[in-house]
C-alpha cells in the first residue's frame, strides 16, 4: 500500500515562509513526477507546482519566483514557499504519478492535506 503524508503546514503572516514536505512510502517501484495542488474555500483544486524524474518543474503563473518544487530524495518532494500573500491560504495537497509492486500501470495517489493559512 501507498502513502503520501504531508507536513509543514501553519499559520503565517503575510511575507512570511512555510516549508511543505511530503513522503511517499510503500512498495513503490518508481515514481515519474510529483507535484502540490491546493484547494481554496469554495474554489476547484489547483495545479501550483511539479517536478518531473529528470528535475524538470513548472509552476502556475501566481506562484513563480515565490515559490519552489524540490525533489530531496526518490520519495520526498518539498515545497518552500516564500513571500506569501492572503490569497495562497488553502488546503494543500502531495501528488504523485507512480507505478506500485504488484500494478500494471501507473497510479495516481494524493495525500491527505495540509492547512496554509496566511493571515495577520
Known amino acids: 500500500q501507498v502513502q503520501l503524508v504531508e507536513s509543514g503546514g501553519g499559520l503565517v503572516q503575510p511575507g512570511g515562509s512555510l516549508r511543505l514536505s511530503c513522503s511517499a512510502s510503500?512498495?513503490?517501484?518508481?515514481?515519474?513526477?510529483m507535484a502540490w495542488y491546493r484547494q481554496a474555500p469554495g474554489k476547484q483544486r489547483e495545479l501550483v507546482a511539479t517536478?518531473?524524474?529528470?528535475?524538470?518543474t513548472n509552476y502556475v503563473d501566481s506562484v513563480k519566483g515565490r515559490f519552489t518544487i524540490s525533489r530531496d530524495t526518490k520519495n520526498m518532494v518539498r515545497l518552500q514557499m516564500n513571500s506569501l500573500k492572503p490569497e495562497d491560504t488553502a488546503v494543500y495537497y502531495c501528488?504523485?504519478?507512480?507505478?506500485?509492486?504488484?500494478?500494471?500501470?501507473?497510479?495516481?495517489?494524493w495525500g491527505q492535506g495540509t492547512q496554509v493559512t496566511v493571515s495577520s
Open positions: 501528488y504523485a504519478k507512480l507505478l506500485h509492486l504488484g500494478r500494471a500501470r501507473d497510479e495516481d495517489y
Open positions: 510503500g512498495s513503490i517501484l518508481i515514481i515519474y513526477s
Open positions: 517536478i518531473t524524474n529528470g528535475g524538470s
